[in-house]
């Protein structure tokens, strides 16, 4: 069956520190790759989108960056971090219509 | 473009009796899939149905069905016999146009279940 992972499960950074969060993906392949973002009592906001390895399109402008570096690996990225960027991020798979969410990363800016 | 409405912020039901979650959408697209999403207070975000745009029957699993009417151009949620482990936000989602089939989310509906 598909799995997939999230980490860090939270994180706390100062503005202006660099971030990395990484999601992969188990028991399937070459899927369709999410990142979304959901601001506190929001609904979720599409980010970037991956059809395969290097492929990354990204749906709003903001200092946020995703790379694909493997056909299972989805990471999302900051040089530096915004206090806008506070929020809950999560990953999602999907193959054909079904779509999968991963536990989501609780990021704190302060 | 496309429109995920859902204008129920906040819904109450009494343990053991139905709820409708109401959702109505927007497209131009003539193939699209319809999701709701159940998302506790953990923050994960569980699927619950899906139906597609050319399924005939409304989806239904378990306890959740998808009251699907095509013509106006609405999804809605119905959850039987609800239980407390029911509260939750509600989301309703769909796939867009494209490779990537993105999905597109409502603004949620917050469900409490009374005991």
């Known amino acids: 069956s598909q799995t997939i992972h999230q980490w860090p499960a939270t994180l706390v950074q100062p503005v202006g520190s660099p971030l990395s969060l990484e999601c992969t993906v188990e028991?399937?392949?070459?899927?369709?790759l999410y990142w979304y973002r959901q601001a506190a009592g929001r609904g979720l906001q599409l980010l970037f989108y991956?059809?395969?390895?290097?492929?990354i399109s990204s749906e709003v402008p903001q200092n946020l960056s995703a790379s694909r570096p493997q056909d299972r690996q989805f990471i999302l990225s900051s040089k530096k971090l915004l206090l806008s960027d506070s929020g809950f991020y999560l990953c999602?798979?999907?193959?054909?219509?079904?779509?999968?969410f991963g536990p989501g990363t609780r990021l704190t800016v302060l | 473009a496309q429109k995920i409405t859902q204008t129920q912020p906040g819904m109450f039901v009494q343990e053991k009796e139905a709820v409708t979650l109401d959702c109505t959408y927007d497209?131009?697209?003539?193939?699209?899939?319809l999701f709701w999403y159940k998302q506790p207070s953990s923050g994960e975000m569980i699927f619950l149905i899906y139906?597609?745009?050319?399924?005939?029957q409304n989806a239904t699993e378990g306890r959740y069905s998808l009251n699907f009417q095509k013509a106006r151009k609405s999804a809605n949620l119905v959850i039987s016999a609800s239980q407390l482990g029911d509260s939750a936000m509600y989301f309703c989602?769909?796939?867009?146009?494209?490779?990537?089939?993105?999905?597109?989310f409502g603004s949620g509906t917050q469900l409490t279940v009374l005991p």
């Open positions: 999602a798979w999907s193959k054909r219509d079904r779509r999968i």
């Open positions: 028991g399937t392949s070459n899927p369709n």
């Open positions: 991956s059809v395969g390895i290097g492929q």
């Open positions: 497209t131009s697209d003539p193939s699209y899939g």
């Open positions: 139906q597609g745009s050319y399924d005939q």
């Open positions: 989602a769909m796939t867009g146009p494209g490779s990537a089939r993105q999905l597109t």
